[in-house]
């Protein structure tokens, strides 16, 4: 499996997992393989924890930005 998915063994297993640090790419050529791909699309569709978060993150203003050392000058 990671010779057709052109990652190494470790990464198989993060994916398998569940490691969320897996890239997007890396998990499309998995699903690839499984011949799962057209499923892709359906992985995100009713997440509602995300869809949460999201809106959460709406709310909130920009972060102040830090002044830097040139600033200072």
């Keep these: 499996m990671a010779a057709r998915c052109l990652v190494s063994w470790p990464t198989i297993t ?3 997992r569940g ?3 897996v890239s997007l790419a890396v998990l499309a050529r998995y699903l690839e393989v ?3 791909v057209d499923d892709l699309d359906s992985i995100a569709a009713n997440d ?3 869809a949460a978060i999201a809106d959460e993150r709406l709310g ?3 972060r102040k930005q830090s002044r830097g050392l040139a600033d200072e000058i």
């Design 14 to 16: 993060r994916i398998e």
């Design 19 to 21: 490691d969320p640090a």
């Design 34 to 36: 499984l011949g799962l």
């Design 48 to 50: 509602e924890t995300g």
């Design 60 to 62: 909130q203003g920009r």
